[in-house]
């Protein structure tokens, strides 16, 4: 009997086996990326080698052999991709403080910072500095209100260091992001950046065109922000050109705390809804030229002109790399509308996913792609499932089945996202379902029109009457984030890479699984939540260069010892609302969030030290822990055990390129 079941649940998977071959490809690739050390390109290859002499001597005869040799080719190709980004991209980057420098470049691009606006600058000269160890772009924040353009050569007086470290593993690996980005440092600007009339930077026409485009985005941005109002203009600058720095900060925070930023990051969702609304415009109006009809087939006609509206959207918006990433998907959905087939299955998904992860492998570890590809392949997986079961006509049965699929829609999203959410960020939005039930209906029907109308007249100066719709639709949607911001659920319990793992298999299968066996999926589920559930908390963390951080009843607490001299991001496992606590003048006794759990630093040491104890009883005796700082050479996260033990997890150095020599990866438990 189980023999039988067991090949009924392989003829009924048959076809779908090859959908994790993208899978794969993206695991290569993250592989490459969390390696403590940097690999040679003997080792790379090697999987692809395998891959081949295997089919060469034919031994995809063998059952299942032939899908083996697919998954290795796949996780060589997305190692190699990887590695090949890596030395691509290779540019010079500071690995230490070089303190006030003046700097001259061309001002490529403002972003959205807490602290002022983030000027990304493509630098030609960095003053004591040669032209081999100026980087190629630096950020830094100005605090005053920038009055320049992207594609103007600006001059700034700035404190300039290396891109800040991850105190631990696991988070934000922003050192990794700005070698990718070819960001060599960061800083903030002393007074304000000036323009000047000269750029030394020998860019071709692509260059060129690319700081004219530029200039029109943050052109296209300030007269959007204008027209659209004042309280919704910076987010309707932020929806239409990915220019965030208009927009005001708390805004940006009840956003995200209602699980609404998705409508921030120029996405999946903008882009389907750009070439949806032209598509849906362009087949109506074909439709009514019978000339025109009989000739080309309006749907093919349509999907042309939805592609052109996307590729447009693209440039406009900046081409960040969640646009790039929905641009490709959009390409593949429309592009098979030309050629009469589905726009949105799992197969379509899978090419949108491969071309990503080969064009942009190391994105594959990112929040980003990982939340936007699975609940893409939830809502693709769900879709197939319900859309044999549609019956009836009517208004009213119609009107039920659109209200019942957003909210089933944002269900199936909010689910496949929220391990991700979880793992990333330490924190799940628990009213984002509800958020997005009730933004859904007006970013379709009022938002999304009233962009497209003011695209299409754009050229013809009648757009201020639709970015004045747009505005008050985006208005509404902030007073539904702030009513649903209150319900965000931040300081869980860290996730663990194996519990991580678990979710993602159990996601893979729901996804890969055919009909009813899917329900096995619930199985890695199950195994995934309780390996969550039964992971330690955390009490202190202590990065290389003696950055503390304690978990106290009220939250946790940044303790300032002697040596704070180091810049670090601040784990994501710890709240937002970080407070400060100075312990370099006298010693500190201060209380963790276990009650029977003492710190106690001490400035009279070198450095400093600490003293964990716990009146939980092992063996008849009291637990103490003795720290000295001045001996930890690498990061070190205290956590406690059920039982009451302490332990400490210790981490090893890495020799990756995006590392400095003081920066740490990696995770080695002792």
């Given at each position: ?177 700005a070698y990718f980005q070819q960001l060599g440092g960061v800083g903030f600007v002393l007074g304000e950046c000036q323009p ?122 900046g081409a960040s790399v969640a646009t790039q990433r929905a641009y490709i998907m959009a390409v593949i959905a429309f592009s ?191 195994v995934a939540s309780i390996a969550w559930l039964a992971s330690p908390l955390p009490i202190a963390i202590v990065d290389a ?126």
């Amino acid at each position: 009997m189980l023999r039988a079941l067991f090949t009924r649940f392989l003829d009924d998977n048959a076809l779908r086996w090859t959908l994790a071959a993208p899978l794969c490809m993206a695991f290569g690739a993250a592989v490459y990326l969390e390696l403590p050390y940097e690999p040679d390109w003997l080792f790379v290859t090697i999987p692809i080698l395998v891959s081949i002499i295997a089919g060469c001597f034919k031994l995809n005869r063998i059952p299942f052999a032939d899908l083996l040799i697919i998954f290795v080719f796949a996780f060589g190709a997305g190692f190699s991709a990887a590695k090949l980004k890596c030395d691509l991209v290779k540019s010079p980057m500071l690995d230490s403080d070089v303190g006030i420098v003046r700097i001259e470049g061309v001002l490529t691009s403002i972003e959205h910072g807490a602290k002022g606006n983030r000027l990304r600058i493509r630098a030609s000269a960095i003053s004591g500095m040669t032209r081999q160890e100026t980087p190629r772009y630096v950020r830094v924040t100005q605090r005053r209100p920038s009055r320049l353009d992207p594609g103007r050569p600006i001059r700034c007086l700035a404190m300039l260091a290396p891109p800040p470290y991850s105190a631990l593993p696991g988070d934000f690996n922003f050192p990794r992001q700005a070698y990718f980005q070819q960001l060599g440092g960061v800083g903030f600007v002393l007074g304000e950046c000036q323009p000047i009339s000269f750029d030394l930077t020998q860019r071709g026409w692509l260059g060129k065109f690319q700081d004219h485009l530029g200039a029109l985005r943050r052109k296209i941005a300030l007269h959007v922000s204008a027209a659209s109002g004042e309280k919704s203009g910076g987010m309707v600058a932020a929806m239409i050109s990915g220019d965030r720095s208009l927009m005001p900060a708390d805004q940006v925070e009840v956003l995200r705390a209602s699980g609404l930023a998705h409508l921030l990051a120029i996405s999946g969702l903008h882009m389907g809804l750009a070439g949806g609304v032209f598509f849906w415009g362009a087949l109506r109006l074909l439709t009514l030229v019978e000339p025109l009809a009989l000739r080309w087939p309006p749907p093919r006609v349509a999907a042309c002109f939805a592609l052109a509206a996307c590729t447009a959207y693209l440039l406009i918006s900046g081409a960040s790399v969640a646009t790039q990433r929905a641009y490709i998907m959009a390409v593949i959905a429309f592009s098979a509308k030309v050629f009469d087939q589905p726009a949105l299955s799992l197969r379509s998904l899978a090419i949108a996913m491969v071309l990503v992860t080969l064009v942009q492998p190391e994105t594959v570890v990112s929040p980003g792609y990982q939340m936007s590809f699975a609940a893409t392949a939830a809502l693709i997986a769900v879709y197939e499932t319900t859309q044999k079961r549609k019956t009836g006509s009517g208004v009213v049965i119609r009107g039920w089945r659109f209200f019942w699929g957003i909210a089933f829609a944002s269900l199936t999203a909010s689910l496949a996202t929220a391990p991700f959410a979880a793992f990333h960020f330490n924190r799940v939005a628990s009213l984002s379902i509800p958020a997005n039930i009730l933004t859904t209906p007006i970013i379709s029907f009022w938002a999304a029109p009233s962009a497209a109308l003011a695209g299409v007249t754009f050229p013809f100066g009648g757009e201020e009457i639709f970015l004045k719709s747009l505005g008050k639709a985006l208005e509404v949607i902030l007073m539904i984030a702030t009513l649903m911001s209150s319900g965000e659920g931040g300081d869980l319990r860290p996730m663990g890479t194996m519990a991580f793992a678990g979710f993602i298999v159990a996601t893979s299968c729901f996804v890969i699984l055919n009909g009813r066996w899917r329900w096995l999926s619930s199985i890695p589920m199950a195994v995934a939540s309780i390996a969550w559930l039964a992971s330690p908390l955390p009490i202190a963390i202590v990065d290389a260069h003696r950055q503390v951080y304690v978990h106290s009843p009220d939250g946790w607490i940044h303790i300032k010892t002697i040596e704070n001299t180091k810049k670090s991001l601040p784990p994501l496992q710890i709240s937002d609302d970080l407070t400060e606590h100075d312990c370099r003048i006298e010693a500190c006794n201060i209380q963790l969030k276990q009650a029977s759990l003492h710190i106690r630093t001490d400035p009279n040491l070198p450095f400093a030290a600490a003293i964990i104890d716990t009146d939980q009883q092992s063996s008849g005796t009291l637990i103490k822990h003795h720290l000295n700082f001045q001996d930890i050479n690498h990061p070190v996260r205290i956590v406690v055990s059920r039982n009451g033990k302490i332990e400490r997890q210790s981490l090893h150095p890495s020799s990756r390129p995006w590392f400095s020599t003081n920066s740490r990866a990696g995770i080695n438990h002792e």
